[in-house]
């Protein structure tokens, strides 16, 4: 349900999706700078990064009602894809779980961008 308004809608349901995706990736990014291996996970923190910052723009292109977002949100989708690919990549429970996030919030965004 948004803010201003009563009903909820898909629009609602990708932007709750990206709020917890974006979470996700930073929480990662901090676990992931805590780990032995950090050099080994420079792209997946890279990653991480892009895929929080296209959650977050994501956000508020929809809080907006913008003429773009269903553009960036299928871009959105893309992103959290390859985030979950290179998170799959180590098998930590940090990296699990996120990647996993990103698949849900991926499969989120590409229902509001058709």
Avoid: W
Avoid at 16 to 33: G, I, M, P, S
Avoid at 44 to 72: F, P
């Amino acid at each position: 349900m948004g803010v201003l308004s009563a009903s909820p809608t898909n629009m609602d349901n990708c932007i709750d999706a990206c709020v917890k995706c974006a979470r996700a990736c930073e929480e990662c990014t901090t676990a992931c700078l805590q780990e032995p291996d950090v050099q080994a996970r420079v792209h997946c923190i890279q990653t991480l990064n892009d895929c929080a910052e296209s959650c977050l723009q994501a956000i508020a292109y929809m809080a907006r009602n913008s003429a773009l977002s269903q553009q960036h949100c299928q871009l959105c989708a893309a992103i959290c894809e390859t985030c979950a690919i290179e998170c799959e990549k180590f098998q930590d429970a940090h990296c699990q779980e996120c990647a996993k996030i990103c698949r849900e919030c991926a499969e989120v965004c590409r229902m509001m961008a058709s």
